[in-house]
């Protein structure tokens, strides 16, 4: 699963700032977009981070050949997991949407058939605050060694310092959520490195909400500390060099 992640940012990065935009690209993200969720729920998440930076550098996207591209690919590569769903009492759904927000509203609302229900991992309805979360779900992602509050913290400096730091280039993207011309963002405009800070807000924000203590869900970021502490190390040194 982290194999696939870092191959999807892979050619996110080669399409958008690399420039290497063909469709033959285009199409190969697509189709392992949708080999993706074969292995994790995760890859939602990551997914959603694709598509608002691809609206914010371009707001038409969906209506040109790339996007067509991609969607084609992507149905395609998706046609084994609707017949293995078809064919097996949606056990794949189960899985992937199991212990999730999205879980409760289908059950909720009755938006799959019963037989797609996994109603043995109900999703809690209270969240727990912010305190917790930060001063004991999120630690625990670090493990239970002696040194888990130190790496916790120097991680949470870094994360913050990052958003700080970028505050400007972050506000650039939110404003080009804005669907107009004006609010348009170009990829040469911001630093590359702002997909996987963007990408990892999303995804403890998202955790959070799913509304239950299980850093397990919080795997999927393991592949991203040390880079994010990496970053942080270079931004405070070019910092302390003027730069």
Not at 39 to 54: A, G, N, Q, R, Y
Not at 86 to 95: A, C, D, G, Q, V
Request: net charge positive; with cysteine.
């Amino acid at each position: 699963a982290v194999m696939y992640r870092l191959r999807r940012i892979r050619f996110f990065y080669q399409l958008f700032f690399y420039k290497k935009s063909n469709l033959k690209n285009f199409a190969l993200f697509g189709f392992l977009s949708a080999v993706a969720f074969y292995l994790s729920d995760s890859v939602m998440v990551l997914l959603i981070t694709f598509f608002i930076f691809w609206f914010i550098f371009d707001k038409l996207f969906f209506l040109k050949k790339p996007f067509l591209a991609y969607l084609s690919s992507f149905i395609f590569g998706s046609i084994p997991l609707v017949y293995f769903n078809l064919t097996h009492n949606f056990s794949h759904i189960k899985h992937l949407f199991s212990e999730t927000i999205v879980h409760r509203l289908v059950c909720k609302y009755n938006l799959l058939p019963k037989v797609a229900y996994c109603l043995d991992n109900w999703v809690d309805s209270e969240k727990n605050s912010l305190a917790f979360f930060f001063t004991k779900d999120l630690p625990n992602f670090f493990g239970n060694t002696n040194f888990k509050w130190a790496y916790y913290i120097i991680f949470l400096a870094a994360f913050i310092y990052l958003v700080y730091a970028n505050r400007k280039s972050l506000r650039k993207l939110i404003l080009g959520i804005i669907p107009k011309k004006k609010f348009s963002v170009l990829p040469k405009d911001i630093k590359p490195e702002l997909f996987i800070l963007v990408y990892a807000l999303l995804y403890i924000i998202v955790y959070y909400f799913r509304g239950m203590s299980k850093p397990r869900y919080l795997y999927s970021l393991y592949v991203w500390v040390p880079f994010i502490i990496a970053l942080f190390a270079i931004e405070l040194k070019n910092k302390l060099r003027g730069k």
